[in-house]
């Protein structure tokens, strides 16, 4: 069965710690991606990956930064985390492919708050 | 700029009805649209998908209608059931490329 796991359920930071969010998939899968949910905006892309050490921007990567280092683990970091970076974070990975092919499963998520 | 627009934003729908969320898209290189469904505390999964080419896909009490002149597309939950409450997001994709979702539908169905 597809697994993806994230370090943490819950999270609370103070306003400029280093904070990492980690992401682990048993897939074997390519594609790796990082995003945040807010009520009523959805989930906006953060970062993805398509392969190991590759990373591409999403819509909002400002205050983020990525690595992918193995193809099974992608890490979220907020280098200097700010209040309005609360939220909940979601990753998930893919195949590479089209359509049905690119399904994406996703992790059950890691709410930070940050005061 | 919201690639795909989701509404309504919540939905309360009695037990036995039917639940219709609906999306719009301005892309038409769009060639893909599944439909993702989150349940509370969990990361959203794969529903029921389309593919521009036809204008309805059915799988249970789900369907997808599809209207590619006016660039919109709708999920329909039939007999909806109390355990169908969850937060639905409609998306889009061009060929191998990344997803864009909507901005997300909770629904409640009460007994």
């Known amino acids: 069965d597809v697994k993806v796991t994230q370090s943490s359920r819950y999270l609370v930071k103070r306003t400029g710690e280093k904070v990492f969010l980690e992401c682990v998939q048993d897939?074997?899968?390519?594609?790796m991606f990082w995003y945040r949910q807010d009520p009523g905006l959805g989930l906006r892309l953060i970062y993805f990956?398509?392969?190991?050490?590759?990373?591409e921007k999403g819509d909002i990567p400002e205050g983020y930064s990525v690595s992918r280092e193995k193809k099974e683990r992608f890490s979220l970091i907020l280098e200097s985390a700010s209040t309005n970076q609360t939220s909940m974070y979601l990753c998930?990975?893919?195949?590479?492919?089209?359509?049905?092919?690119?399904?994406?499963?996703f992790g059950p998520g890691t709410r930070l708050t940050v005061l | 700029q919201q690639q795909v627009k989701q509404s309504p934003q919540s939905l309360i729908v009695q037990k036995g009805g039917i639940s219709i969320i609906n999306c719009a898209y301005e892309?038409?290189?769009?060639?893909?649209f599944p439909w993702y469904q989150q349940f509370p505390g969990k990361g959203p999964a794969l529903l029921i998908a389309?593919?521009?080419?036809?204008s309805e896909k059915k799988e249970g009490r789900f369907t997808i209608s599809f209207n590619k002149s006016a660039k919109q597309f709708s999920l329909h939950i039939m007999d909806s059931q109390p355990g169908d409450s969850a937060t639905y997001f409609c998306?889009?994709?061009?060929?191998?490329?990344?997803?864009?979702f909507g901005t997300g539908t909770r629904l409640t169905v009460i007994p």
């Open positions: 998306a889009a994709q061009t060929g191998a490329n990344n997803l864009f």
């Open positions: 998930a990975s893919s195949l590479i492919g089209q359509g049905r092919a690119n399904e994406q499963f």
């Open positions: 990956s398509y392969d190991v050490k590759m990373k």
């Open positions: 897939m074997d899968h390519e594609n």
């Open positions: 389309i593919r521009p080419d036809v």
């Open positions: 892309n038409t290189a769009f060639d893909y």
